[in-house]
């Protein structure tokens, strides 16, 4: 029979090997944090490094490029090597810049080459807005009607995926399919391995928007074969409000001339030579434009130090654990509620965050902000629950739920207007 008092969810934490990692983070005094999937807190050791970059500038002027504790001009490719293991790639696969539907940009400019009947870009129907305003402007660059040449596969209940689908779609009109890693509505895992093999058999490139799984789930881009991909990195790994961003290429692909080239995609030795013919760098980092954002890299150099010094396996098995426990508690304690778990069930499928959908969760996530419990809403109907590994409990899981029946014993939620707010 399962335990499904405080002191179980206590007795849990005491057992908890990423326990003394919690204190890394500035949490809230007086409230719990559900929000990682959206935005990572601070920890102790970004500050830090933020602050040293910081004192760079302030003490060296422009010999921070250089010198200094952490010279810019090296910073990112000093955080590509920290970012490669969690993302499964060559160091020299991964780089650290733009942002995510900037690396878009980037990727689709220099990977999609309609040619013959191959002239349409393969996407999904549930994927986040940005990505498929950014494939729409490249296919209108290009002269293509997106009405046409964007193809997006539909979902059978609005929440899920279905893999068998989107290798149907693959179709000889295909030039190049992106998708994401994890769905960031339902929390649901594609499985990349399978899709990439269907696409590279079919003579297509692949590439996957990782924004929702990378620091939460374990990858293998390199070996599975993935032709490129991009994400964010202020989500799970805690980088930072609109922190800059990171890529993939896999090896294969180097020497593709950027579509979107700036002097940051120039082989370091000949960056400074202001030839106006362009020599790109040989790796991943050809895919660069502009200057990187200095003070937006420096926290991930403290926050990415804790995933190489754990390790992406024991986050995946506490964040499993944490879901897991966090739908136990949702089966007992809200049913009467009319909840419905928007997320897979199976673990295989499941990644950091748990989908509650109910017709009343705009307000009823203004009444856990209430509570002092931040969550997350996405319309029309979903409150995002994300239990991050690094500083979340399950006595946090436990309160929350706690709370949540009181707020829908109580019917505290009727006092709210059930509109999202301007940023859900």
């Known amino acids: 029979m399962k335990d499904f008092t405080r002191a179980y969810a206590q007795q849990l934490d005491k057992q908890d090997p990423l326990a003394s990692y919690r204190e890394e983070f500035y949490l809230p005094e007086d409230g719990i944090y559900m929000d990682g999937n959206s935005l990572g807190l ?69 990977f999609f080459k309609p040619e013959g009947k191959r002239t349409k870009i393969l996407a999904d129907a549930l994927t986040f807005p940005s990505d498929i305003y950014a494939l729409k402007s490249q296919l209108e660059l290009r ?32 030039a190049l399919i992106v998708l994401p890693t994890v769905l960031y509505r339902s929390g649901q895992i594609l499985d990349m391995p399978r899709l990439a093999k269907a696409a590279h058999e079919r003579d297509i490139l692949i590439g996957f928007d990782a924004c929702h799984s990378v620091g939460a789930i374990p990858h293998d881009f390199h070996e599975w074969g993935v032709d490129f991909a991009y994400w964010c990195n202020y989500k799970h790994l805690n980088g930072g409000p609109g922190t800059v961003g990171g890529l993939f290429v896999h090896e294969r692909h180097f020497g593709t001339a950027p579509g979107l080239a700036g002097w940051f995609g120039s082989r370091k030795d000949k960056q400074f030579d202001m030839d106006h013919t362009m020599t790109p760098a ?36 506490k964040s499993l654990a944490l879901t897991t426990y966090m739908i136990d508690l949702i089966e007992d304690m809200l049913a009467p509620h009319g909840f419905f778990i928007g997320s897979p069930t199976d673990t295989r499928q499941r990644g950091a965050h748990l989908s509650l959908e109910h017709p009343e969760a705009a307000r009823i996530c203004k009444a856990l902000k209430k509570h002092h419990i931040i969550p997350d809403f996405r319309a029309p109907n979903i409150i995002r629950l994300a239990p991050v590994a690094l500083y979340n409990t399950f006595t946090d899981v436990y309160d929350v739920i706690v709370t949540l029946k009181k707020i829908m014993d109580d019917k505290e939620y009727e006092a709210f207007e059930n509109v999202r707010e301007v940023v859900a």
């Open 42 to 110: 601070l920890s102790k050791r970004a500050e830090r490094t933020l602050l040293e970059s910081l004192a760079d500038w302030k003490e060296l002027g422009i010999d921070g490029w250089m010198s200094g504790r952490h010279p810019w001009f090296n910073l990112s490719e000093e955080l590509a090597e920290l970012n490669a293991p969690l993302i499964g790639g060559k160091p020299e696969e991964v780089m650290v810049t733009g942002s995510t539907t900037v690396n878009l940009h980037q990727l689709v400019a220099s």
């Open 143 to 174: 002269g293509l009607d997106p009405s046409e040449h964007l193809v997006q596969v539909d979902s059978p209940d609005g929440r899920f995926l279905v893999e068998d689908d989107l290798i149907a779609a693959m179709t000889d009109e295909i």
């Open 282 to 317: 040989e790796h991943a980092g050809a895919f660069q434009i502009g200057t990187p954002h200095v003070m937006s890299l420096a926290p991930q150099l403290g926050a990415l130090e804790m995933f190489n010094e754990v390790g992406m396996e024991a986050i995946r098995q």
